[in-house]
Each structure stands twice: as structure tokens, then as C-alpha cells.
């Protein structure tokens, strides 16, 4: 009784700290090469029990609690596709892909290792040609045979529709060709992207070509497939307009291979606030919370939650977040100042107080640790930057920004007054915290910056039309390559609408062909990926076209009252704790798989 009133008043002050976070929905991006998406915290809707349709006599509507996985933390807003071709829109069906779509590969982003899945085996025969060999009797869940003929036929939908993220492939491959029931041959011109196709190879969800034959251009491009046939370990079950339900594929071909996933049931409710999530998982009533709960660091040193890393920064990093500097306007053309900028930044406050060390500061480069292979140190030692209050104004007195009327705020070199805004959707509450910090450190450097929250349909439409001073976005997330994040942060060609990276348009030939020429590195070949990505940041920290900041958590707290065998730092086979949209593939159902229920006494 004592540790439940201790949680009970927990909850109380929680609640008092949280009752207003909120957050907007996430962005939907039009991608060129799959965008994994970043669930935030969710704005506060009333969550409805009544489920959009009667469900049909044969669906449970109540599930056998040691048999029930109940998580949180993906989902925004009812259920509306299970497309796996839309990405962008699978965060709130977020286990479309992984649970009931599968990959040709796995990727471990712990180790950097692609692994077989759909595939048994694959290789380069010669330079242009790839060719996969698919395990046996694999099934869909419809208890068809899935074979090579179904891989080919998935990947020439992105040579048929231009619509589909993976079109672009297209410009370098020739052909997908199945040479037998479990060889798949990919062949391509005399110069492919080497690196754009590895990571396409565990993020293309394989299809049933004995249903997405018949389908229309609309119904594959941007249909809902409410009825979706996969291969993988779940099925999709039913829905309301605050959850989304999965029954185990109990016919699952890779039990053999891989093991069982524990859970028969898993029931991913979108909760009315992140208060009510962190209330739930004290409660013992939600399993696994995905959520945003800035109050999780003290709740988890007293053991009233688990997270994967027992201290700071207590979570996974899982993307990085950096400050777009909008290169087409004064002053953030100039190289002196966005350099100058980057020093003012106070991110050891951004770390410790916004998110109470949640997070970790990001490398210079905006690689994710686990790329850290890619990083040269060399070049971040002779051109990076840290906070450094001094030195951000003695670099704008070198670059000529001066404080000519003693308002505490320096003028540019033409004389013109520098008043500047940095953004962030309304309601984002950490980020809100985040860009409040950048605006007063640097004030206190003399750049006059101002913090801004507009609601999140303008702060996007001047995201991606370029209209904004500078912004935070977070796109560039866990990857087999280096390759993903520089292409998102260097975009090209410069369009009039940026909607996947390069938001503030800085226009440079020698970078774009320097990624253009990375592309083009072999997966394995890591001494000439290593060639390349030196010169890319020796630039990219030279002129400081925009600043990463921090990493973003992949936000991981669990209760361990129903299940047990969560993966966390100690782990032996180092798993994924999140149902964020394309994080199944990358260990997410292997932790599943290791999962046991409690043992009632």
C-alpha cells in the first residue's frame, strides 16, 4: 500500500507538470529514400471506446491480460491506412510494416550489420548485378506461397508508379528478375547507387503480387489496403479511434528461424496526453510507452519505470535534431555568422535542462553514434564547435558584426539591424524548451533571436517553402550509411517546395557531388565511405550551412508488471524498446520474440 500511494502522488504532481504538453502531428514527407518517422508527444484528444466499425463477431473486444501487450507512444490520430507504401502516414498503423509487411534484410543499428530476413542470402556477382536467394517456404498469411516472383514484382512497382518513395531507384536499375522460385536478380546501369539500394533493402516492404496485381495506380499509390495479406509475425485485427490491434500469425513462417513473439495481442493505444501514458505505465496498465515524458529520468532512478540505459542519457539516440539556418536570407548566407552561431548555442543547457538529460549532444557531424565510424575526429578537433559564449562574439567582430547603437545587439556589416526568429510547432514542448535556450544564449552572444511556436501547418508550410530564419528538424534517423543523413541534410536539386531535407537551401556543387559520389561507394567498402565523409564534414564545418545539436531519445519506458526480458544496456542480443514506424525491422520484433510474461502466483 505504501509504494501505491507513493505512485499515486507521483502521479498527481505529474500530471500538474504535464497536463499541457502537447504536440502536433508529425510531418508526412514526400521522400525520396524511406523517412522513418519521429513520433513526438501527442496533442490531447479525448480518446473514443467505441470503435469506428463493429467489429465482426469472430474479433475479441477484450484480450487475456498475460497474453496482451499493451504499448504506446507511435500513434497521433486514428487509424487511416495500412499501405505500406506510405510512410508517412503509417505512424498511427505503425506496425503495417514489421508486423504484417516484411524486408528482404533486417538491419541492427547497434552493430551496423545488415541480416537476413525474407532473404537467406545475397551478393554482389559483379559490379552491376545483385542477386538474392529467399529462404524457404516462406508464406503469406493468407497461406499462399511468397516467392521471388512477389520481391520482383514489389520492386518494379517503383519502376511503374514515380509516385512510390523508391521510384528514384529506378534511374539506375535496369531490372528485377525472378530466375527461379527463390532467386531474385537485380541488375543495373554502369552507375549505381550502391548505397541507396543497401538501405532500400531492409525498408522496402516485400507485397503479395497475387493481390497488388490487380490493384489500381490509386489504390497502390495512395490506397488505404484495409484488408492487408503479409508474411510477417502479426495480423491486423481491428481498431477504434484510439487504438489499433494485432493478433500473432500463429502460421508464421519464421517461428523456425527466428522464435515466437510472445505476445498474442498487442494493443497500441493513442492516449489522450503523455501524463495519462506515464500514468498507465506506473499502473501496470500500458506495457511500454513510446511517449515523451520529460519526468521519466527521476521516476526511473527510483525504479518506478525501466529504462534502457540505467543513468543519462537514459535512452537510445535515435535521430539527430538540427538547427536549419535559411541560407537564402541575410545574415545566414554568410559563413562568419552561421560559424558565430554555432558557438553561441548553449546545447549543455539544451541536454541538462529541456530535457533533463534525455539526450545526448550530437557530434559536430550529425552522425548518430552508432555511425561514429564515419566521423573524423580530426576534422571535428581542427573545425568543430561547442558552446563557447566568448568565442561566438569575437568570431562575429572578425566577421564584422558589431554592436553600433548599444542596444547589446551586434548590426550587420552593411550597418542593417539583425532581428531573427527560430521555430518550432506550437505545442512541442521540448522542442519549445530547446529553441527558447538557443534564443537566449544567443542574445547573450548579441545576436538578436527570438523564439517562435507558430501552429504546426504554418511552421511546415515555411519549412518547406523556405521562408523561415531557422528551424529544428529531425528527420535524419538510424542508418545502415552515413549517406542518409548527408542526402537529407544536402538535398538536391534545390526545388521551390524542400519537402525532405535541405530545408534551408544551401546550395553548394562540390558537397551535392561529394554525396552524389558517396552514393556510389560500395556498402562494404568503408575505407572509401570514410574518403568521402571527411570531405564532406571538413565542408559542412567550414561553412556551417546548419547546425546539429542534439540527439533525439528513441523515448523507451516500460513496466515489467505483465512482461519481462526488455533489452537495455546489459543485454546480450541488443534489441529495439520502441513501435515507432520502421523501427520493427531494426530489432523491434526480435523484441518481441524475447519477451516472457510474468508468472502469476
Known amino acids: 500500500m505504501k509504494r501505491l500511494s507513493v505512485v499515486l502522488s507521483i502521479l498527481v504532481v505529474v500530471s500538474m507538470l504535464f497536463a499541457a504538453c502537447t504536440t502536433a502531428p508529425p510531418e508526412e514527407p514526400a521522400v525520396e529514400e524511406p523517412a522513418v518517422e519521429e513520433p513526438v508527444e501527442e496533442p490531447v484528444e479525448e480518446p473514443m471506446e467505441e470503435p469506428m466499425e463493429e467489429p465482426a463477431a469472430d474479433i475479441p473486444t477484450e484480450y487475456p491480460r498475460n497474453e496482451t501487450l499493451y504499448v504506446s507512444g507511435a500513434a497521433w490520430g486514428p487509424a487511416s491506412t495500412w499501405n505500406p507504401?506510405?510512410?508517412?502516414?503509417?505512424?498511427?498503423?505503425?506496425?503495417?510494416?514489421?508486423?504484417?509487411?516484411?524486408?528482404?534484410?533486417a538491419f541492427d543499428p547497434q552493430t551496423g550489420e545488415l541480416t537476413p530476413w525474407l532473404a537467406e542470402d545475397g551478393a554482389w556477382t559483379?559490379?552491376?548485378?545483385?542477386?538474392?536467394?529467399?529462404?524457404?517456404?516462406?508464406?503469406?498469411?493468407?497461406?499462399?506461397?511468397?516467392?521471388?516472383?512477389?520481391?520482383?514484382?514489389?520492386?518494379?512497382l517503383g519502376n511503374q508508379y514515380e509516385a512510390l518513395w523508391f521510384s528514384p531507384m529506378w534511374r539506375y536499375m535496369e531490372s528485377a528478375t525472378a530466375v527461379s522460385d527463390t532467386v531474385v536478380q537485380f541488375t543495373f546501369t554502369d552507375d549505381p547507387l550502391y548505397q541507396e539500394f543497401s538501405n532500400n533493402l531492409y525498408n522496402i516492404p516485400i507485397v503479395p503480387e497475387h493481390i497488388w496485381a490487380d490493384k489500381?495506380?490509386?489504390?497502390?499509390?495512395?490506397?488505404?489496403?484495409?484488408?492487408?495479406?503479409?508474411?510477417?509475425?502479426y495480423m491486423y485485427l481491428t481498431n477504434a479511434e484510439d487504438r489499433n490491434v494485432w493478433v500473432r500469425n500463429d502460421a508464421w513462417w519464421g517461428q523456425d528461424v527466428f522464435g515466437t513473439p510472445a505476445p498474442k495481442y498487442i494493443v497500441d493505444i493513442r492516449t489522450s496526453s503523455n501524463s495519462v501514458a506515464l500514468g498507465m505505465v506506473l499502473k501496470g496498465e500500458l506495457d511500454l510507452s513510446n511517449n515523451f515524458l520529460p519526468g521519466v529520468a527521476e521516476l526511473a532512478e527510483k525504479g518506478y519505470v525501466s529504462t534502457y540505459f540505467e543513468g543519462p542519457p537514459y535512452m537510445l539516440s535515435a535521430n539527430t535534431a538540427v538547427l536549419f539556418l535559411n541560407t537564402t536570407q541575410q545574415p545566414m548566407d554568410d559563413a562568419g555568422f552561421r560559424k558565430a552561431l554555432a558557438f553561441a548555442i548553449d546545447v549543455p543547457s539544451i541536454v541538462n535542462i529541456a530535457y533533463a538529460q534525455l539526450v545526448a549532444a550530437s557530434n559536430p557531424t550529425?552522425?548518430?553514434?552508432?555511425?561514429?565510424?564515419?566521423?573524423?575526429?580530426?576534422?571535428?578537433?581542427?573545425?568543430?564547435?561547442?558552446?563557447?559564449?566568448?568565442?561566438?562574439?569575437?568570431?562575429?567582430?572578425?566577421?564584422?558584426?558589431v554592436d553600433l547603437d548599444g542596444d547589446g545587439f551586434v548590426e550587420a556589416p552593411d550597418g542593417s539591424t539583425i532581428e531573427l526568429q527560430v521555430t518550432c510547432p506550437n505545442g512541442w514542448t521540448d522542442w519549445m524548451a530547446a529553441i527558447d535556450i538557443i534564443a537566449s544564449s544567443a542574445q547573450e552572444a548579441g545576436i538578436n533571436i527570438q523564439s517562435s511556436y507558430p501552429d504546426y501547418g504554418a511552421w511546415n508550410t515555411e519549412l518547406q517553402g523556405g521562408t523561415f530564419n531557422m528551424t529544428l528538424n529531425n528527420w535524419a534517423a538510424m542508418s545502415n550509411t552515413p549517406w542518409t543523413l548527408y542526402n537529407l541534410l544536402f538535398r538536391h536539386p534545390i526545388q521551390d517546395q524542400m519537402q525532405s531535407g535541405n530545408f534551408g537551401r544551401y546550395d553548394s556543387q562540390e558537397l551535392f557531388d561529394l554525396v552524389d559520389a558517396l552514393a556510389r561507394v560500395p556498402a562494404d567498402d568503408i575505407e572509401g565511405m570514410q574518403a568521402i565523409t571527411s570531405q564532406i564534414?571538413?565542408?559542412m564545418l567550414t561553412e556551417v550551412p546548419m547546425i546539429p545539436l542534439w540527439y533525439n531519445g528513441m523515448w523507451s519506458q516500460w513496466s515489467e508488471s505483465t512482461w519481462t526480458g526488455w533489452p537495455d544496456e546489459t543485454s546480450a542480443?541488443?534489441?529495439?524498446?520502441?513501435?515507432?514506424?520502421?523501427?520493427?525491422?531494426?530489432?523491434?520484433?526480435?523484441t518481441l520474440i524475447n519477451l516472457e510474461p510474468v508468472a502469476v502466483e
Open 85 to 105: 507504401f506510405q510512410p508517412g502516414s503509417l505512424a498511427n498503423t505503425t506496425g503495417t510494416i514489421g508486423y504484417v509487411y516484411e524486408f528482404l534484410y
Open 126 to 156: 559483379d559490379d552491376f548485378t545483385f542477386e538474392v536467394t529467399l529462404r524457404e517456404g516462406l508464406t503469406w498469411s493468407d497461406g499462399e506461397a511468397l516467392t521471388a516472383e512477389d520481391v520482383a514484382f514489389t520492386f518494379e
Open 216 to 233: 489500381s495506380e490509386e489504390d497502390i499509390t495512395v490506397g488505404a489496403n484495409e484488408e492487408p495479406v503479409g508474411s510477417g509475425a
Open 366 to 401: 550529425g552522425l548518430l553514434p552508432s555511425l561514429s565510424d564515419f566521423s573524423d575526429q580530426a576534422v571535428v578537433d581542427e573545425l568543430g564547435y561547442s558552446f563557447d559564449t566568448e568565442q561566438a562574439k569575437q568570431l562575429l567582430a572578425d566577421a564584422g558584426y
Open 537 to 539: 564534414q571538413e565542408l
Open 573 to 590: 542480443t541488443p534489441t529495439l524498446p520502441t513501435t515507432w514506424s520502421g523501427y520493427w525491422q531494426l530489432g523491434g520484433l526480435l
